[in-house]
C-alpha cells in the first residue's frame, strides 16, 4: 500500500502526467456522451419507429453492446432507418472504444503510471550510516572495469544516474545507483560525499569541473579524481578542488611507450612495492634465449628473482627448470641497483638504432611520440589525417600522411628495420589487422597496441601483438592505485598486483601447501613478514599469522582467492 500511495503521489505530482491524466478524462467524458446521445436516438427510434417502448437502461445497454461488438441480439431494430442507426453506432464503437480507447489508456495513463514504477524505485538517496565510500558521477567503460575491482575489495560505491528509469533499471540489475542532477549540492549531499572516500568526476573537461566546485561545497577535503581529455584543462580542474587530475590518453601512450624495444635492450620498470622494483625485460637478441631460469643464473650474478614470464600476451608462473625462449618477456623483483646490474649487462644486445613506428597521430599516438623522443628514442609517426600531422609535426622526427594499411608507406616510413611498432588508433578492428599485417611483414619486430574494449585482447594477442594496453584497464588500476594509495604497478592489459593479509585457513601452511597457485592461477611474488620483504619466496616458506602476499594476477583470479580461502 505504501509503495502504490508513493507511485500515485509521484504520478500526480508530475505536471506533465497531471496533463496526461486531464487528457484522458476529456476523451472518457466524450465518450459518455456520445453513449448517452446514442441511447436518445434509440430510444426515439424504438417508439417512433419501431413502437416499442424501452427503458432508459435499456438504451444505454443496447448502445455499449452494439459499440463494443458483443451484439447479444436480444434487442434489435427491424426498419431500415433503425438498421441504418445500428450500423452508425457500430462503426463509431469500432473507432472509439476498440481502437482509439485502448491507445489513449495507454498513451495517457499505462505508461506513466509503468514509468511512475520505474522513477520510484530509483534509490534518491544512500543510507544514512553509509561512509568510506567511492562515489562514481558516470558509468562508462572505465568506471565499469573500477566497479569490478571495488566489488573484489569489498569497498562499497554508488553511481549517480540523472535519468529515473535507466537509474531503476541499473538498480534492478545490481548496480548501486543514486539518481539525480550531476551538478547539484543536493545531489552530493543525498550520497554523504562528505563521508566518501573519494569522488570520481569522469564525464568531459567542463563537466567534471562543474562537478568540483559542486563537490567542494559539500565535502571539501575528500578526495576527488578527475578525468581530463585536453593537457590544457589540467591546471582549471586544479584550481577548481581537483585532488587529482588525469589525463588518462596521456598516460596511456606513456605506458606504451615503456613497452617498446629500441636501440639497446633494456629493462622497463613497470612498478615499486616498498623498497623493490617490479620490471621486465625482453630476451630476444640476447644470451639468455634459449637457457633455462637456472642456467640463466641471473639470481646468481644479479640477485634478481624471475616471479613470472610474458608469453604472447600472457603471463605464465615459473620454476628453475622454465626456458627462457627468444620471444618471451621475464618478469623480475629486485632493488634499484639490482636492475642496474641487468640494464648493464643488457646494453651490448639488441641494438637497432632504427626509429620506432607510431601508428596514429591522435591524442594517444602524439603522447607516445613525445615519451619516446624524452628517452632519445628517433620515432616516426604515420597519420591519415592532415590536420593531425600537422599537431605532431613537432614532435616526431618524421611524418608520413597516408594510411598504415598501405604497404607502400609503412615500407618508406622503415616498418622493415624499425625495432618496434605502436599501434595507437582507436578502432579496434583496424589495430587487429595491422598487427596481423605487420607481424607478416616484419616478424620479429616487437608490437605494442592498445585496445578500446577488453573483449578483443585475446583476438589481438593471437593477431601478433606483444604487449597490450587499453584505456579502460588503465583507468581502473590508476583510480584503484589512488584509491589504495599505492604506486601503479601496470603489468599488462587484465594482470595486476595484488597485496592481501593471509587468510585464516593459510595460517601456518608453507607457499608450496596452501596450492594458491594451482588453485586460484595467482602467482606469489613475495612476502612481506614486518618490515622484511621476501621475494620469490620458495615452497617451504611459512605463511605465519599477520604476512602479507604480494600476488600478480587477474582480478577474477583474486575473487577465487576470495572464495577459496574466505
Known sequence: MKFLISQLSYLLGQQKARRNLKALFKYLVFLTVIVFVYAAVFHWIMALVERQEHSFMTGIYWTLTVMS????????????????????????????????????????????????????????????????????????????????????????????????????????????????????????????????????????????????????????????????????????????????????????????????????????????????????????????????????????????????IWVRGSIKPVSPDTVLEDYSVPVIVGSARQIEEIEAFLVIYNTNPNPVLVLGGGNVGCATARALKEKGVPVHVIERDPAAADRISGIADRIFVGDAADRNVLMEAGLEGAPSIVITTNNDAINIYLSVYCRRLSPEMRIVSRITHERNLEAIHRAGADFVLSYTSLGAELISSILQDRELVMLGEGVDVFMLKIPKPLIGKTVGASEIGSRTGLSVIAIQKGGEIIPNPPPDAVLEEGVELLLIGTTEQRQIFNEKFR
Open 69 to 308: 461488438t458483443l451484439g447479444f441480439g436480444d434487442i434489435t431494430f427491424h426498419s431500415d432507418v433503425g438498421r441504418a442507426f445500428s450500423i452508425l453506432v457500430l462503426m463509431s464503437g469500432i473507432v472509439l472504444l476498440l481502437i482509439v480507447l485502448p491507445f489513449t489508456f495507454i498513451r495517457y495513463f499505462y505508461a506513466p503510471w509503468l514509468e511512475a514504477q520505474l522513477r520510484v524505485k530509483a534509490p534518491r538517496q544512500v543510507p544514512q550510516d553509509t561512509r568510506d565510500h567511492v562515489i562514481i558521477c558516470h558509468r562508462e567503460t572505465v568506471a565499469q572495469s573500477f566497479i569490478k575491482k571495488l566489488k573484489v575489495m569489498d569497498i562499497p560505491y554508488y553511481v549517480i544516474e540523472p535519468d529515473t528509469a535507466e537509474a531503476a533499471d541499473l538498480h534492478e540489475e545490481g548496480i548501486s545507483v543514486v539518481t539525480g542532477e550531476i551538478d547539484s549540492s543536493a545531489t552530493f549531499q543525498a550520497l554523504r560525499a562528505c563521508h566518501a572516500r573519494m569522488v570520481l568526476a569522469n564525464l568531459d573537461d567542463a563537466t567534471n569541473t562543474n562537478i568540483t566546485l559542486t563537490v567542494r561545497e559539500n565535502a571539501p577535503r575528500v578526495p576527488l579524481v578527475a578525468f581530463v581529455e585536453s593537457i590544457d584543462s589540467i591546471d582549471i580542474l586544479e584550481l577548481a578542488g581537483a585532488t587529482r587530475v588525469l589525463p588518462l590518453k596521456q598516460i596511456l601512450g606513456e605506458h606504451l611507450a615503456n613497452r617498446v624495444n629500441a636501440e639497446n635492450a633494456n629493462v622497463h620498470v613497470i612498478g615499486t612495492f616498498k623498497n623493490l622494483l617490479i620490471a621486465e625485460f625482453p630476451i630476444h637478441k640476447t644470451p639468455l634465449a634459449g637457457k633455462t631460469i637456472r642456467e640463466s643464473g641471473l639470481r646468481r650474478a644479479t640477485g634478481v628473482n624471475v616471479v613470472g
